[in-house]
């Protein structure tokens, strides 16, 4: 089975940090951006990031550059989101996702797996 | 403020088609792809539609997709209990940062 699943998600200060991973299964992972999405309470969902296959090339929603990092490693199958500073509007579900890929370069194949998510509360 | 902006709210009736609209402008949906997901409360979210009209394996063909302009829009025909949850729909804003921008998504209530 293909599946993504989170963790690492908690209770945390304003201020504090928080680690959390995005570990794949069932798919060759090199293949796939791995994205980060949240759903904040009373709010749509969100996007926070995204890295490249080999993890050189990064991008970051204005809302976390600067405090937000995200980095893989491959050898793993893991995605990590290293959350500094973290705020009270930060709070909320956190769900990692793959970026879909196939022979045709030009499609968009958009996030085609998820994972159930994992919750961080910022209080 | 989400940059796409969706209806808050749709509603239907078992069996009838409804349309939710995602209007961008040109530096996102006018030049970009548009796709779409369902998301219900503690599931994951679900790609509904890929590139603007093109379904994954696995959505039934009462969801389509069409994108025109800086607008697009997602359709649900024969709609079913079970199609009662958030709709987004997502494409890609490249003006200074690249970053994938989702709608402030639609409540879809099946009466």
């Known amino acids: 089975d293909v599946r993504l699943v989170e963790s690492g998600g908690g209770l945390v200060r304003p201020g504090g940090s928080l680690r959390l991973s995005c570990a794949a299964s069932?798919?060759?992972?090199?293949?796939?951006?791995i994205h980060w999405v949240r759903r904040v309470p009373g709010k749509g969902l969100e996007w926070v990031s995204r890295?490249?296959?080999?993890?050189?090339?990064?991008e970051y929603a204005d809302s976390v550059r600067g405090r937000f990092t995200i980095s893989r490693d491959n050898a793993k199958n893991t995605v990590y989101l290293q959350l500094n500073s973290l705020r009270a509007e930060d709070t909320g579900v956190y769900y990692c996702?793959?970026?879909?890929?196939?022979?045709?370069?030009?499609?968009?194949?958009?996030?085609?797996?998820w994972g159930q998510g994992t919750t961080v509360t910022v209080s | 403020q989400p940059v796409l902006t969706q209806p808050l709210s749709v509603s239907g009736t078992p069996g009838q088609r409804v349309t939710i609209s995602c209007s961008g402008s040109s530096s996102d949906i006018g030049g970009n792809n548009v796709n779409w997901y369902q998301h219900l409360p503690g599931a994951a979210p679900k790609l509904l539609i890929y590139h603007n009209y093109h379904r994954p394996s696995g959505i039934p063909d009462r969801f389509s997709g069409s994108k025109s302009g800086t607008s697009a829009s997602l359709a649900i025909s024969g709609l079913q209990p079970e199609d009662e949850a958030d709709y987004y729909c997502?494409?890609?804003?490249?003006?200074?940062?690249?970053?994938?921008?989702f709608g402030g998504g639609t409540k879809l209530t099946v009466l």
């Open positions: 996702g793959r970026y879909g890929s196939g022979d045709n370069s030009a499609i968009d194949y958009g996030m085609d797996v």
């Open positions: 069932g798919f060759t992972f090199i293949n796939h951006w």
């Open positions: 890295v490249n296959s080999n993890g050189f090339t990064t």
């Open positions: 997502a494409t890609w804003d490249g003006s200074l940062h690249i970053q994938v921008v």
